[in-house]
């Protein structure tokens, strides 16, 4: 149907929200990892911005997750649809996605904190966050919205990944006291898609790199 490369390095939490959706919709995709320290010429000349993802289709280079996500929404509107069909509904889903993209930059700025102090106050801030998620979850689960599996629960399972690699290092008490985070954790980190996102060596990749 569609002629799609997937790039990126092989820890970036974005680039699975895109994989997510692929692979969701059963489309066939090639995926391409780079070093982001010694870029390659071709993908300098590829991404304006020099940032992954990158999906290019055919000849044409396609970036930001966002847009993305919303490109491969459109292509494929009918192949399980991974947005509400409400306004509302949809509207809010997104919102949502935009505040998981903005955790990851805050679990970038936690586990790179350089003090213990900063350390504390960002851990105690991403808590906070963990928790403005639990008011918004369903409570019936086993996802986002309930039953069905969308977008917005594409772009929380890369958190959560990170989270099991940090569960590796120590107990920072994110999600203390938040059953229905954790039960919503369990229940992406068992779908096939998700499982399937990453490369097979990525936690141990990313140990290493917080080493």
Not at 136 to 156: H, I, K, N
Request: charge should be negative.
């Amino acid at each position: 149907m569609h002629d799609f490369e997937l790039i990126s390095n092989i820890l970036c939490p974005y680039t699975q929200r895109a994989a997510i959706q692929l692979a969701e919709k059963g489309l066939g995709v090639k995926r391409t990892y780079i070093d982001l320290a010694h870029k390659p010429d071709w993908f300098v000349q590829l991404s304006p911005l020099g940032k992954v993802p990158v999906l290019r289709v055919g000849d044409t280079a396609v970036f930001e997750t966002a847009i993305i996500c919303e490109y491969i929404e459109e292509v494929a509107r009918d192949r399980t649809p991974m947005w509400p069909a409400d306004p509302l509904d949809r509207a809010r889903h997104r919102a949502w996605a935009e505040f998981a993209s903005a955790l990851i930059a805050d679990i970038f700025g936690f586990y790179m904190a350089p003090d213990e102090e900063t350390f504390e106050r960002r851990r105690s801030g991403l808590a906070a966050r963990f928790a403005r998620l639990e008011r918004q979850l369903p409570g019936t689960g086993p996802y986002f919205d309930g039953e069905r599996f969308g977008l917005v629960d594409a772009a929380f399972a890369p958190i959560f990944r990170l989270l099991e690699t940090f569960d590796q290092v120590a107990d920072f008490g994110l999600l203390d006291g938040l059953p229905g985070t954790v039960a919503y954790r369990r229940s992406l980190a068992a779908r096939q898609s998700v499982r399937d996102a990453v490369a097979p060596d990525y936690g141990s990749v990313f140990l290493r790199y917080l080493s």
